[in-house]
Nanobody
Framework: QVQLVESGGGLVQPGGSLRLSCAASGSISSIYAVNWYRQTPGKQRELVALITNGGITNYADSVKGRFTISRDKAKNTAYLQMNSLKPEDTAAYYC?????????WGQGTQVTVSS
């Protein structure tokens, strides 16, 4: 069974930083891309960042210059480094591995940016 376990969320002040982790286990293969989404109650799910298997990255305009997505393939772990956090970044963050055998999701981790 493929499982994605997220960690690293929490409460931070505006301007602070946080790093989210997404550790994959099980027979995961043929990964096309790793994505980070976020969801706020009452709002649409937003694709925040992605990284292809070849290392190409892309970001939502709202987080460009502040967030960085990366992968450690040896550890089967993806990361989202979040800097200069704003209250608008408050959301539940979900990692996703898009593979040739389907998409897999983490359980979500809450990020709250507040003073």
């Amino acid at each position: 069974q493929v499982q994605l376990v997220e960690s690293g969320g929490g409460l931070v002040q505006p301007g602070g930083s946080l790093r989210l982790s997404c550790a994959a286990s099980g027979s995961i293969s043929s990964i096309y891309a790793v994505n980070w989404y976020r969801q706020t109650p009452g709002k649409q799910r937003e694709l925040v960042a992605l990284i292809t298997n070849g290392g190409i990255t892309n970001y939502a305009d709202s987080v460009k210059g502040r967030f960085t997505i990366s992968r450690d393939k040896a550890k089967n772990t993806a990361y989202l480094q979040m800097n200069s956090l704003k209250p608008e970044d408050t959301a539940a963050y979900y990692c996703n591995f898009a593979t040739g055998r389907g998409s897999y999701w983490g359980q979500g981790t809450q990020v709250t940016v507040s003073s």
